[in-house]
């Protein structure tokens, strides 16, 4: 029973599409959260979502845009894909707010593997 | 520099082995420090958390912070091959936001 949840899985793409990859959540977290990481596996936050509420937003480009319809989705749309948008992007969520009394831990899911050609 | 600094590896070691994993850091404010491990085409997964400096054990593994050296390291002992993934460290301040900081991880290989 996955707690973290993301499709697809893998995505293959062309330059210049658009595409969307889905993440839901059932451990009744607060906050989740969208992650980066490139080939050198560096790990970097682009966004977090508060009970639907965006609260983190990092220096990312324009044409990633994340949705929450609810605190148990985060949904993060990618429009006109670029080369350098290839990398696997992590959902992850946690109990708390960030910023809030206590530092909870992320549960990641398994990222979704995408390659723009 | 970067805040979090961790050799990629790759580190191989024979089954059994004690295995030392470090990151260095550079902002004091880091209270928080944590280990995941991140087997190949998986999510990463909290192995070890712990608050300020110490020694932290749990089963085969051990993090310890030393603050004054801004540095941390997560120990295995007896290492199986199914230790064998990457081991990212992570840190972040206390008050503020908690969001953590991710070294780069590094790849550890036990073979049989």
């Known amino acids: 029973d996955t707690a973290v949840s993301q499709t697809p899985k893998y995505l293959v793409t062309q330059m210049g599409n658009d595409k969307s990859i889905k993440c839901e959540q059932n451990l009744g977290h607060d906050t989740m959260y969208w992650y980066k990481q490139d080939s050198k596996k560096f790990l970097k936050i682009m966004f977090s979502y508060n009970n639907k509420e965006l609260i983190i937003n990092e220096t990312v480009p324009n044409r990633f845009s994340p949705k929450s319809p609810d605190k148990a989705h985060l949904n993060l749309h990618i429009n006109s894909l670029e080369l350098g948008d290839s990398a696997v992007y992590f959902c992850?969520?946690?109990?708390?707010?960030?910023?809030?009394?206590?530092?909870?831990?992320?549960?990641f899911g398994n990222g979704t593997r995408l390659t723009v050609t | 520099q970067k805040e979090v600094e961790q050799d990629p590896g790759p580190l191989s070691v024979p089954e059994g082995a004690i295995v030392s994993l470090n990151c260095t850091y550079s902002?004091?404010?880091?209270?928080?420090f944590m280990w995941y491990r991140q087997y190949s085409r998986k999510g990463p997964e909290l192995l070890m958390y712990t608050y300020s400096s110490g020694n932290k054990e749990d089963g085969r593994f051990t993090a310890q912070v030393d603050k004054s050296s801004k540095y941390i390291s997560l120990f295995i002992r007896d290492s199986q091959p199914s230790d064998s993934a990457t081991y990212l460290c992570a840190m972040s301040p206390s008050g503020g936001s908690y969001i953590p900081t991710f070294g780069r991880g590094t790849s550890l290989i036990v073979h049989p």
């Open positions: 992850a969520s946690s109990q708390d707010h960030p910023s809030g009394a206590n530092n909870s831990p992320l549960h």
């Open positions: 902002n004091s404010a880091f209270q928080y």
